[in-house]
Structures are given as C-alpha cells and as structure tokens.
C-alpha cells in the first residue's frame, strides 16, 4: 500500500498528529530556555507577573550591563583556560598512554593488554602482550577482524575506553564489542622499518593498504 | 559472495621471527604523563578518603583515629537514612524518566520529518546549560504563586502544587529539573543507537505483516538494548551523586524532604567541618552505587544473554 504524502515533504498525512505531538512536545522542551532568555530582557518588576507573558512588555538591557559591573570576563577566560588546558592535556596525555599500552612491549602494558584482551576489548591477539604473544604462536597466524558497522560506530564517537570495567555491555556502541578493528601490527612494522631504510613512500602504502583492508574484508577486493 | 552484515576474517601471513620481543622501555615514560597525575589527582585522594572515614578531622589538627566509630554513628543517623532513601527516590523518579523520554524523543527525531532539526537541538539545548543556571530557572518556573508550570496546570483545571516549599511535592520538583537537564545526553545516545539499527529488518517485518509498534518492539527495542543498558547505568550513577539542582533549589529543604546524600556529605565536611564523618558517608554511598551498578549490569547481561 502506497502511503499519500504531504506534498513537498517525507511526511505521511497519517504521520500528521504525530508529528503535531512531537514538535509540540519539542516546543514545551524548549520553553524554559526561552523564558530563561526572555527573562534577561525583561527589568526586574516584571519578571514575577500574573499572567504569562513570553516576550517582555519593554526590552532592558540593564541585566545585561549589571553582569559587567562584575569581573565576568576574568570568569570567562578562567573558564576558557581551565577548559583548553584540561582538554589538551587530557588528550595528549591519554594518546601516549593509549599508544605505549596498544604498541610498545613492556611489563606494565603486558599487564593491560592481558586484561583487555582477556575481555575481548583489544585485538584478539597483542604482540605486547608476553603471554598472549606466545599463545598467539601456538594459534597460528593473527586473524584481522574486519565490520562494516564497526566504522559507523567509530563515527559516531560511541567507542569508549577500556578503563570502566562496570560500563555495561554495549557501552562501545554496539551488542559486540569484539568487533574492533585495530591497525594490524604488521603494517605498522613495515611503516617503521621503511623509516628506518629512508623509504618515504613507506607511510603512504601503509596508508592506502589500510584503507583497502575495510573493503578486503567485506569482499570488494 | 561474501556478507556484508558480519564480521569478516582475513588471515594475514605473519612474518614475524619466534623469538622474544625486546621491552621498550619508553613506554614507562608515555604512560608516566598519564599515570602519575592520575594517581595523584584521582586514586590518592580516594585512599585517603577511606583513611580519614575512619578518623575525626576539622581540618585543624591531626586527623585522630576513631575505628569504626563514624560507620556506627551514621548507620544510626537518621538524617543519613534520610539521605539515602531520598537518593533512591531521585534515582526512581530521574532514571525511567531520563530513559523513556530519550528514548521517545529519538524515535521522533530518527523520522526524519520537517524540522527534526529543530526538534534535535531543542531538546539537546538544556544539556549545554550548567546544572546551577538550570536551578535557578527551575525555581522560577514551579514557583507556587508566579511559576510557569502552575500557570499551565491551572489552565487545564489542575491543583496549584508547591513544587518547592512542601514536603511531599520537593523532592519531586528537583527530580522534574533534573530530568529536563539530563534528557539531552540519553537523547543523543539513542539517537546513534537508532541508526545502527538495519533497515531491512524494518523491511522484512513489514513484509511479513508487523507494525510500527510491533516492530518497535520486536526490531528496533532489541538492538537498543546495548545503549538503553548504558544509558541506565550512566543516569544510575548520576543520579545517586545529585547535589547542584538540590543545592540550588532546595538546600535540603523543607525538613530535609530533597536532602540527598552528597548535600549531606557537603553539610557535614564544609559546613560542620566534619571531615571524617562525611568521608564515612561517602563510603557507604561509595558502597551503594557499587553494589546497584553491579546488580543492574548483572540483571541486563542475563537479558541481553537471553
């Protein structure tokens, strides 16, 4: 059955009161704002009134220039500065951590690497990982475990850490969080050792074999 | 042909010699920038936090240890049950509504009908907005006399309730405002959770005859069950830590009818300067949220098992 559609829209006319609902719903969401913004405009004798009134009876801008008889622009940059800093730090930080753990052999990665991939949140097998690095022999070759979905959701941001053992399942966005596409180590081996030998082109094949690796594994190549 | 839909395995020759692999010993410094602040900034001041639940500190002086004296004392309190039977209450009321009205507002978004955008942003604008500014405008909006929402009920015949200012209605005026502050990031996260959802499952049960509510339900409810999960367990976790919106449009009141445990907590350490007493209430808190995300993730990992 062909559902009849109002012109000009993706909209069913039996879509209608929903859609009515909906936006009405979204206006009443949004009414505190407005009033919230409203209320600025408005002096203060006619905030607390009788009857309703969303737009102010006569605009002031005195809120406005009372703030500024305060330090709120030294607030703000303090705001503005703490934020910058935090984000930068947490992010440089947490990349290196993240790097060392996913990419370097060590004792405190091995650790990390063992109780990821024991909970199936890391690549199947980690060659920084002592134990798994020899179990990984005796299991053959290293399998790339490649999704379609799995790119949408990196998309979407949804994959978080590993750090909150009690997320619950899901909390990387999706029923299986096996599904995790890592850089396989191979290729990271062959970026670095053409920087060793001075091949430049070395990074861009490792580039192009990556993006190539998605499609390989859904049967396109 | 190969599928599109699972995960693919490609098996990739490894030429890498069998012997043992050097330790890099760089590592320790990449993950010293990490590790070091963190456990400054975020295990110590736990450890110590346990340590002084079992002392008696005004912040002058030394901390004197006390035992179990604090744990007693606030098991018999009952200003702190109090606390935590209201923090159970606020995470009743604030979890299910969070959770359904997110979910609700995705479904109505994902339609992608005229204005979805502005609907989007509508409902994602109190999310950006501070938990005190949200206090504030709360305050005015269910004001007895002059509030917004008083207003409307009046117009639809409804009783003037006092949101604010009764022992029976507090509680439940924090947990409106904190649902209208927390909706936005539930909504955001099942709005994602709805475009994984694959399409020709929606096909295929409408070819066989389903409709829209039954493949809600049989189609879209079970592949949101990861993210409702997350979302439950996030708000849980939220909701058991409210202060802001009781701070600013209660402080507890009246007779300690919105007092929840971490304005309790506040009270006790910077009011009362208590700092050994609180730190023993924030144990048991410490202890609560540990034991219901537990409870909650087991029961919906039997679920999502079955």
């Known amino acids: 059955m062909v559902e009849r559609r109002i012109p000009g829209t993706n909209l069913a006319w039996r879509d209608l009161p929903f859609w009515l609902g909906g936006m009405a719903l979204a206006l009443a969401w949004g009414a505190p704002f407005v009033w919230m913004v409203s209320t600025s405009f408005k002096p203060s004798n006619q905030v607390m009134t009788k009857d309703i009134e969303w737009l102010p009876r006569e605009i002031t801008f005195a809120n406005y220039a009372k703030v500024f008889e305060y330090p709120v622009l030294t607030w703000a940059m303090n705001s503005v500065i703490q934020a910058t800093v935090t984000t930068a730090l947490c992010v440089l930080f947490g990349a290196m951590a993240g790097y060392a753990i996913a990419r370097l052999r060590f004792p405190v990665a091995t650790c990390c690497s063992c109780c990821s991939c024991r909970r199936s949140w890391s690549r199947p097998r980690s060659r920084s990982c002592r134990c798994c690095w020899r179990s990984s022999r005796s299991a053959g070759p290293r399998a790339y475990r490649a999704d379609p979905a799995d790119d949408r959701q990196r998309v979407l941001g949804l994959h978080l850490p590993p750090v909150l053992p009690l997320l619950p399942e899901g909390a990387g966005g999706s029923g299986d969080r096996r599904r995790r596409r890592p ?28 993006e190539q690796l998605p499609l390989a594994a859904a049967g396109h190549l | 042909m190969a599928s599109l839909a699972g995960p693919v395995a490609i098996r990739i020759a490894s030429d890498a010699p069998a012997t043992r692999p050097r330790i890099d010993r760089s590592g320790y410094l990449f993950v010293a920038f990490f590790t070091v602040p963190f456990l400054l900034f975020n295990i110590a001041p736990i450890f110590f936090g346990i340590y002084l639940a079992f002392t008696e500190w005004g912040i002058v002086g030394d901390p004197v240890w006390v035992g179990l004296a604090n744990f007693k004392e606030a098991l018999a309190d009952d200003w702190v049950a109090n606390a935590f039977v209201n923090t159970l209450r606020y995470a009743a009321i604030i979890v299910p509504g969070v959770t359904c009205l997110g979910l609700l507002f995705a479904v109505f978004v994902h339609q992608r009908w005229p204005l979805a955008t502005v609907a989007r942003t509508l409902f994602f604008t109190p999310n950006v907005v501070s938990a005190t500014v949200i206090g504030m405008v709360w305050v005015w909006l269910l004001d007895t006399q002059f509030g917004l929402v008083n207003r409307y009920l009046a117009a639809l015949g409804g009783p003037e309730i006092p949101w604010l200012t009764s022992t029976q209605w507090a509680l439940v005026g924090v947990s409106l405002a904190s649902i209208w502050w927390d909706v936005g990031l539930a909504f955001v996260i099942f709005l994602a959770a709805l475009q994984e959802v694959p399409k020709d499952l929606h096909e295929a049960a409408a070819i066989d005859g389903a409709g829209r509510l039954r493949q809600f339900w049989h189609v879209t409810l079970p592949h949101l069950r990861p993210a409702i999960s997350m979302v439950v367990t996030l708000q849980l976790i939220a909701s058991l830590r409210i202060f802001s919106q009781v701070y600013v449009m209660t402080n507890g009141g009246p007779s300690g009818a919105s007092e929840s445990v971490i304005h309790y907590v506040y009270q006790a350490a910077i009011v009362q300067y208590r700092l050994g007493y609180a730190s023993a209430v924030s144990m048991l808190l410490f202890a609560l949220i540990l034991g219901l995300t537990i409870l909650q993730r087991l029961v919906l990992r039997e679920r999502l098992r079955g």
């Open chain 1, 183 to 210: 850089v396989p180590d191979l290729l990271q081996d062959r970026a670095a050792a053409g920087a060793r030998t001075g091949d430049r082109g070395g990074g861009d094949r490792v580039h192009a074999e990556l």
